[in-house]
C-alpha cells in the first residue's frame, strides 16, 4: 500500500521541476450523477490521486513551493457528522492535515477568496490549462484579482503552463512502491481469467462469465474494474471494444476476454483468447499461435535502449508472414508491411503505457523519434489478429476468428518482466486448464 510519504515525495520531484516562483493548481474529479439523486461509484482523477492520495470530490490542491506556511495546501469539504451518518466518514480538515500531510487545509467554499493571496507574486501557474472549465474559470477570476490589486505593489502571474508536460512525464516512471501495487492488481486479475476459464461451456452468456471475473476481483478486495471488461464469444470478437457481453457462447467458438483489476488506482490489463468447449479447432489454433508468436517476438524488442516502435513492427513482421503462410495475403512481407495490407485483420498498435490510467499517461514520441525504453516504464503488449464474418476474400475456415493475447511488461535494467505470466497462454497449457473443469 502506498503510504502518506509516496505521495510527498512525488510532490517534492514535481516542484523541484516546476519553475522559480512558481504555483501548481489541480482538482479532483467531480461527483457524477447516474440517475436522480444516486451517485456513480467515486474515482478520483488520477493526476490529483497521484499527489495527494486524497479520495474525495470537490477538493483543489495547491502546491507552492518554498512557501513559509506550507507548500501544500488542500481545500475540501469541511466534515459534516449528518453526512457522515448517511454515507460514511470523510476527511473534513483536520484529515486533510492529519491523514493526507496537508501543510494547512482550508473549506472548498473559501477556494475564491484565498487563492488569490497563493497566486501573489507568482510568475507562472501550472494547471491543466483546458481540461476542467470550471477550474480554468476560478483561476482566471483568481489571477484577475490580483491584477487588480498590481497598484498596491502585488504582482499577477504572467505564465500559464501545462502541468500535465511534467506531471505526466514524472508518472511515466514507475517508483518500486508503484510497482508493487501493480503487481497486485496483476496477481488478481490472473485469478479471474483463470476462474472465467473454467467456468466457460457452450450455452453459457458472456456476462456470466462476466460475472465470474467481477466475482473474483472482489473476493480479493478489488471491486473497481480497471475498465469495462470485454468478454466476446465467436464474432464478437472481431470488435474490438466490444462490452455488450449478452451473447450465448456457441461449441466451437472462440471466447476473447480483454479485462484487469485495479488496486489502490493502478490498472492491471490482460486479454487471453480460448475455445469455448476447450479445444482449438485446426483454423483456430493455426491463427493463435501466429498471435502468440508474434506477440513473443514483441516482448523481446521490449528493453531499455529498445524503441517503443519496435514491439508493434516486430509483431507486424511476423504477422504478416504468417498471414502468407496461411494464405490470407499474398505478396512479399515487405512490400505488403509497407503497404500495410496486415491492417485488414490487425488495425491496432501492439501496445500502450500502463498504470493509474489504463491507457496511461506519457509521450510516446519525443521530438518526432519513438522513444527509448527505460526502467520502470510498464507497458501492454497486445497483437491480434481479428477475421471479419463477412470477409469473402478468404477461405470460410478462417472467417469469424478473433484472436488477441495481452500481457502488462514492466522494463527492467537489463530487459522486461511479464507481470502478468503466471496466465499460461500456450495451446496446450491452455486446455489442460479448461480440461480440469468440474
Not at 489541480?26 to 488520477?46: C, G, K, M, T
Not at 495490407?341 to 496511461?360: E, N, P, Q, S
Not at 478462417?398 to 518482466?417: A, M, S
Request: overall charge negative.
Amino acid at each position: 500500500m502506498l503510504k502518506l510519504n509516496d505521495f510527498k515525495q512525488r510532490r517534492k520531484q514535481l516542484m523541484r521541476r516546476m519553475k522559480k516562483n512558481s504555483v501548481a493548481v489541480l482538482a479532483s474529479a467531480p461527483a457524477s450523477i447516474r440517475n436522480r439523486d444516486v451517485e456513480y461509484p467515486f474515482r478520483q482523477h488520477s493526476d490529483f490521486h497521484y499527489l495527494t492520495g486524497f479520495h474525495e470530490p470537490e477538493a483543489v490542491v495547491v502546491l507552492v513551493p518554498g512557501r513559509k506556511q506550507g507548500e501544500l495546501i488542500l481545500f475540501c469539504r469541511e466534515f459534516d457528522p449528518e453526512k457522515a451518518i448517511w454515507t460514511g466518514r470523510h476527511a473534513g480538515l483536520e484529515g486533510a492535515r492529519d491523514d493526507h500531510g496537508a501543510d494547512e487545509a482550508f473549506p472548498i467554499d473559501d477556494l475564491h477568496e484565498k487563492l488569490p493571496e497563493l497566486l501573489e507574486n507568482r510568475d507562472h501557474v501550472y494547471f491543466p490549462i483546458g481540461q476542467d472549465t470550471e477550474l480554468d474559470h476560478v483561476i482566471m477570476t483568481a489571477v484577475n484579482e490580483v491584477r487588480g490589486r498590481e497598484r498596491t505593489g502585488v504582482q499577477a502571474p504572467y505564465e500559464f503552463i501545462a502541468v500535465e508536460h511534467l506531471l505526466h512525464e514524472q508518472r511515466l516512471f514507475k517508483s518500486p512502491e508503484e510497482i508493487r501495487v501493480m503487481r497486485k492488481a496483476a496477481e488478481v486479475s490472473v485469478l479471474g481469467h483463470l476462474r472465467a476459464m473454467r467456468a466457460c461451456r457452450p450455452g453459457r452468456h458472456e456476462y456470466e462469465i462476466e460475472a465470474e471475473l467481477a466475482h473474483e476481483f472482489t473476493l480479493n478486495g478489488m471491486r473497481s474494474q480497471a475498465y469495462p471488461s470485454i468478454v466476446a464469444g465467436g464474432v464478437n470478437a472481431c470488435v474490438l471494444h466490444y462490452t455488450q457481453n449478452d451473447a450465448v457462447l456457441r461449441d466451437g467458438d472462440l471466447l476473447l476476454i480483454d479485462a484487469g483489476a485495479e488496486y489502490e488506482n493502478y490498472a492491471a490489463d490482460i486479454t487471453r483468447t480460448f475455445p469455448v468447449n476447450g479445444h482449438f479447432s485446426k483454423p483456430q489454433r493455426l491463427i493463435y499461435e501466429l498471435v502468440l508468436d508474434a506477440q513473443r517476438a514483441a516482448i523481446e524488442a521490449v528493453r531499455p535502449g529498445r524503441r517503443w516502435n519496435e514491439p508493434h513492427d516486430a509483431a507486424v513482421k511476423v504477422l504478416t508472414k504468417g498471414l502468407i503462410r496461411l494464405g490470407l495475403l499474398e505478396g512479399k512481407p515487405s512490400r505488403l508491411i509497407k503497404d500495410e495490407a496486415y491492417k485488414k485483420f490487425y488495425m491496432h498498435r501492439t501496445g500502450h503505457w500502463l498504470g493509474m490510467d489504463v491507457h496511461d499517461v506519457g509521450a510516446y514520441m519525443i521530438a518526432g523519434t519513438w522513444r527509448e525504453f527505460q526502467p520502470g516504464m510498464v507497458l501492454t503488449v497486445e497483437p491480434g489478429l481479428y477475421i471479419a464474418p463477412d470477409c469473402e476474400e478468404v477461405d470460410p475456415c478462417w472467417r469469424g476468428i478473433g484472436v488477441r493475447i495481452e500481457d502488462d511488461v514492466l522494463v527492467t535494467q537489463d530487459g522486461c518482466e511479464v507481470l502478468t505470466g503466471a496466465l499460461p497462454k500456450s495451446v496446450d497449457d491452455i486446455e489442460a486448464i479448461m480440461a480440469s473443469r468440474a
